[in-house]
Nanobody, 116 residues
Framework: QVQMVETGGGTVQPGGSLTLSCAARRTIFSSNIMAWYHQSPGKERELIATVNNGGVPTYADSLQDRFTITRGINGPTSVSLRIKDARPEDTGVYYC?????????WGQGTQVTVTS
């Protein structure tokens, strides 16, 4: 079992920036991929970006300009997501995920609200 803990959600004004963080409770040394997903109210969870052990990111279409995923700031099995130029459509719950040992493990989610 891998427990993921997310922090950093909250309220941000349109055009503002926010950084979300996520870390596994234990370091995972085997090959793994970490990711961030976004779920808007009433919609399905959508992938924002992934990053592998080597720190190489991959972004969903059209999101790279405003989202930055970074691996390892808070330890080797941690991942952050920087949101800049926040928009109302960014509102929702953000989930981190790690794909390891042939399984997927999720964080509990952190709420982000973009409002003036």
């Amino acid at each position: 079992q891998v427990q993921m803990v997310e922090t950093g959600g909250g309220t941000v004004q349109p055009g503002g920036s926010l950084t979300l963080s996520c870390a596994a409770r234990r370091t995972i040394f085997s090959s793994n991929i970490m990711a961030w997903y976004h779920q808007s109210p009433g919609k399905e969870r959508e992938l924002i970006a992934t990053v592998n052990n080597g720190g190489v990111p991959t972004y969903a279409d059209s999101l790279q300009d405003r989202f930055t995923i970074t691996r390892g700031i808070n330890g080797p099995t941690s991942v952050s997501l920087r949101i800049k130029d926040a928009r109302p459509e960014d509102t929702g719950v953000y989930y981190c995920q790690i794909r390891a040992f042939g399984r997927e493990y999720w964080g509990q989610g952190t709420q982000v609200t973009v409002t003036s």
